[in-house]
């Protein structure tokens, strides 16, 4: 690969905008850092003065640097009537100390007369000005074209005006920006094509263009795709597509198709393959529950669940899978469900590290028995924990680590809070115990107790907690009468799994999904480390 591609992450900028993500201090440090051992080459920050954590983000970097990446401060032209040197909202951007400098200005006369309150001359001396007085100060200078693509549509001619002045005042990039994400690819091209061919009039050294697109169309990915092959240079994005309303451009799925498909150089390619192991890890930091669906990184990306895809898979991958998911730190997975053949059991026992021999008649009893209880409700598509479980008591592998006598769950509400104490019954090894605990709700008091019980003799459940509580009405015309289906996620901090339990009692159904939820992390801590990617539901 020759053509080099410039890789701009603002996750920790553009992308907490994103409703519901809420970044501490503390985050933002690590989520830079898992960018910076990704190959990112630029990071912004935040806006230093807009608030004392993006301040002190910046002080903690100078203290403990970066390995690679560039981090940059964002924010906006001087304001008007003023001068950038006299404009007190510059000097914390100073202050930041970094070496590049993003800054966005206004393209759209629109927001140049209704939002700044000003004139269209007055916005052009401002872009200039600031970017003149930031090189000044020895700053390179990233210019945000923001609403380029509505303002060129309105106003082209201002708008080609308003990267001049950013251009022949210094700026090393101009960034096209697609504030509002209204624009299509096809708009994209041409406009990209329109200001190449404007700047090679212009008597001026600058040769680097950017592209920052947002998602409110669907089609951010795309857009930045299509300015890419018309000549820009640098793409701007978030990791997992975070981002205010719906969303920027995924890096997740930009940088793949551009290093793996359209052969240019974004980061090495022993980086490129902690791809999915970072878009996880900043969802656990955001607490966002990881997209399952999401290109590439997502745990459905290479999924395989009906019986003649999966047969074709395991003799050619290239069959139903558009690239290695190894490429990219995935893994190629089989679904289990009632759409299975022999050759999605035989495939899912691989993965576990179980060799199948397809005249076994275990393989028969396994498949079988899948369709009975999926008949019953069960699901074990989106609970492989429990397959897995059950799989290996066809086969006589299944370790008894404690057997459940029962259990009693009692709530009570006061006033405006509720409590519940759960008491269970159950046997180790021949040693029957009896213990209780409370909870904030049923299933959490009954998740405690039986921690309670077993810590003692499995210290490593300490460290098992619960990161998702999923309940399902299956036959809704019963009332409260109805079947549930619960599906339980749990994690151990490295690692996550997903059990299910089926009743027409909530509880019970919870209790089959924690019981074999404790059983399963048990079978993880004894046996050698799986890669997160190939074990995590």
């Not at 101009?174 to 212009?202: I, M, S, W, Y």
């Not at 990881?290 to 050619?316: T, W």
Request: glycine share 8%.
């Amino acid at each position: 690969m020759t053509n080099r591609l410039w890789i701009y992450d603002t996750t920790l900028r553009d992308g907490a905008q994103c409703e519901g993500l809420s970044l501490s201090l503390e985050d933002k440090l690590r989520i830079a850092r898992q960018l910076d051992s990704l190959g990112i080459p630029f990071i912004e920050g935040g806006w230093p003065g807009a608030n004392p954590k993006d301040v002190q983000f910046f002080w903690r970097l100078k203290e403990e640097p970066l390995t690679q990446a560039e981090v940059v401060a964002f924010c906006s032209t001087r304001r008007p009537g003023k001068t950038a040197a006299n404009d007190e909202m510059l000097q914390p951007i100073l202050s930041a100390g970094t070496r590049w400098v993003t800054l966005f200005g206004k393209s759209w006369d629109l927001h140049v007369i209704e939002g700044l309150k000003t004139t269209l001359d007055e916005n052009l001396a401002m872009i200039r000005d600031t970017v003149e007085y930031l090189r000044s100060q020895g700053r390179r200078v990233i210019y945000d074209a923001e609403h380029w693509f509505d303002g060129y549509k309105h106003n082209p001619d201002y708008a080609l005006q308003t990267l001049a002045a950013a251009a022949e005042a210094g700026a090393e990039w101009l960034v096209l920006c697609d504030t509002n994400g209204g624009t299509l690819p096809h708009e994209v091209t041409q406009v990209v094509r329109d200001v190449l061919a404007f700047l090679a009039t212009k008597s001026t050294t600058f040769l680097h263009l950017g592209i920052h697109t947002h998602n409110d169309s669907g089609v951010a990915v795309a857009n930045a795709l299509a300015a890419v092959q018309e000549g820009v240079t640098m793409v701007q994005g978030t990791i997992n597509g975070y981002g205010e309303r719906c969303g920027n451009a995924d890096l997740c799925s930009l940088i793949p198709n551009f290093q793996l498909k359209l052969g240019y150089n974004c980061i090495q390619d022993e980086q490129l393959v902690k791809l999915t192991q970072a878009s996880r890890s900043i969802s656990e930091i955001v607490n966002l529950a990881p997209d399952d669906r999401a290109p590439f990184v997502g745990l459905s990306a290479f999924a395989h669940k009906g019986g003649i895809h999966v047969s074709a898979v395991e003799k050619n991958p290239l069959t139903y899978e558009h690239l290695e998911p190894e490429k990219i730190g995935n893994c190629r997975r089989i679904v289990i469900s009632d759409q299975a053949g022999l050759s999605n059991v035989l495939a899912k026992a691989r993965t576990f590290g179980i060799e199948l021999d397809r005249k076994n008649p275990a393989c028969r009893q396994i498949l079988e028995k899948l369709k009975a209880l999926e008949s019953q409700g069960y699901q074990f598509e989106g609970a492989e924990a429990s397959f897995e479980l059950l799989m290996r008591e066809a086969l006589s592998q299944r370790q008894r680590w404690f057997e459940i006598k029962g259990f009693q769950v009692h709530c009570d509400k006061v006033g405006e809070e509720c409590t519940a104490l759960a008491t269970v019954k159950l046997s180790v090894n021949g040693t029957n115990i009896l213990e209780c605990a409370e909870g904030n709700g049923p299933v959490s008091a009954l998740d405690s107790a039986l921690r309670k019980a077993l810590v003692n003799f499995y210290p490593a459940i300490a460290h098992f907690y619960l990161t998702d509580y999923k309940v399902r009405i299956l036959d809704s015309g019963a009332g409260t009468s109805a079947k549930t289906r619960v599906l339980l996620e749990s994690s151990n901090r490295q690692q996550r799994w997903t059990t299910v339990g089926v009743s027409t009692n909530i509880l019970d159904a919870s209790c089959q999904a924690v019981v074999e939820g404790l059983e399963y992390g048990l079978v993880l801590d004894n046996q050698e480390a799986i890669p997160l990617v190939c074990r995590v539901h």
